[in-house]
């Protein structure tokens, strides 16, 4: 299988570090996300405080 990071090929068995050939591709991959560089399609999530209103009582 490929790295989706540097497209090295490797094989994956026993590889923990997959899809990606190592822990540094796997990092740096990572970091992207973290960092904001791939923008992650969020769904419009509907804040409706009806909802929170119609929690349970039974917190206590
Ligand atoms: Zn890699």
Do not use: A
């Amino acid at each position: 299988m490929k790295c989706p990071h540097c497209g090295k090929d490797f094989k994956d068995s026993k590889q923990p570090y997959r899809p990606f050939c190592s822990d540094r591709c796997k990092l740096i991959d990572l970091g992207k996300w973290i960092s904001g560089e791939y923008r992650v399609p969020t769904l419009e999530t509907v804040d409706n405080d009806e909802e929170n209103s119609m929690k349970d009582p039974e917190e206590e």
